[in-house]
């Protein structure tokens, strides 16, 4: 089995094992969070690989229907990001908050950063390594403060509880 593979199915596994520690009360909230960053997702991705900036060799799943690569950014990444929410202290004075953004921003971004480096599973194509870094941390930062308000906007709406509200 190559590295990637092993990679691949270990992000699944533990993407699936991570829905049981989900408590049942914040379901709603997990799955809303996980379709935001999905779809968010799927546009940015899909718009760096039509114009080349990354691409992804080693694709397992439906491979003939895209050129992303389908496990790491549309079901370890979102589920990262709803940890984020599942996670998020409403209560915390700003720089918590910060932190808590910066903390799993990084996680992706240096996830993507190890699998463009040692892997065959994602590859910069323009830039150099430090101008990836920096495009990570600032598109990311975009996605996640978008998808935040989204999902606080909905949570408004609806009676969705967000990070550690009172119920």
Known sequence: MSVELFI????????????????????RLAFISFLAFEATTWASINIL?????????????????TQVGFIQNFLFFPMIYAWFM???????????????????????????????????????TKGTAYTQLIRLYISFSVQFVLCHLYVHWLSKKTNLIVGNEAQ
């Open 8 to 27: 691949l199915i270990a992000i699944s596994l533990s993407s699936f094992v991570s829905i049981f520690y989900i408590p049942k009360t914040k379901y």
């Open 49 to 65: 690989v039509q114009t080349s900036a990354i691409s992804f060799p080693v694709r397992v799943i439906f491979t003939k229907a």
């Open 86 to 124: 599942l996670l998020y202290q409403n209560k915390a004075a700003l720089i918590g908050k910060m932190l808590h953004y910066i903390v799993f921003i990084s996680v992706i971004v240096w996830t993507i950063y190890f699998f463009s480096i040692y892997t065959e599973l994602e590859d910069f």
